[in-house]
C-alpha cells in the first residue's frame, strides 16, 4: 500500500456466546460496505485468526478487517455518511464490539 494512505482496522474480539458469523460478514456485510463506500477504499483484507502467540492458544480476535484510503479524510467523508447503516449491520453477524485502530502507512 502507498505511503501515507491510511489503514482502518477493525478487530473482532473472540467471543464465546455468539458465534462470528463469518459467512455473512464476507457475503453480506463486506460487499455492503465496498458498495457504500465505493471508490474512496484503495483496497482491503479480511483476515480469520486461528491462532495466539502461544502454540495451542486460542485467537484474542475472531476476524480483523482492514480497509485502506488515500487520506483521513477520504475515510471520514466516506464512512460518516454511511456509518447508520455499516454500524447497524454489525450485530448481523457478531455481538462482539469490534477495536478500531486508525493508522498511516509508513511503509
Known amino acids: 500500500m502507498k505511503k501515507?494512505?491510511?489503514?482502518?482496522?477493525?478487530?473482532?474480539?473472540a467471543n464465546q456466546e455468539k458465534p462470528f458469523d463469518m459467512d455473512y460478514y464476507l457475503n453480506k456485510h463486506v460487499p455492503m460496505v465496498v458498495g457504500l463506500?465505493?471508490?474512496?477504499?484503495l483496497g482491503a483484507t479480511i483476515e480469520k485468526g486461528i491462532s495466539g502467540g502461544d502454540s495451542g492458544s486460542a485467537a484474542p480476535y475472531e476476524a480483523m478487517g482492514n480497509i485502506?484510503?488515500?487520506?483521513l479524510d477520504s475515510f471520514q467523508n466516506s464512512f460518516?455518511?454511511?456509518a447508520d447503516t455499516i454500524l447497524a449491520d454489525i450485530?448481523?453477524?457478531t455481538s462482539a464490539e469490534p477495536v478500531v485502530q486508525i493508522s498511516e502507512v509508513l511503509v
Open 91 to 93: 450485530p448481523n453477524y
Open 68 to 71: 485502506y484510503f488515500e487520506s
Open 37 to 41: 463506500l465505493g471508490d474512496a477504499i
Open 80 to 82: 460518516g455518511a454511511n
Open 4 to 13: 501515507g494512505s491510511i489503514k482502518v482496522s477493525l478487530f473482532y474480539p
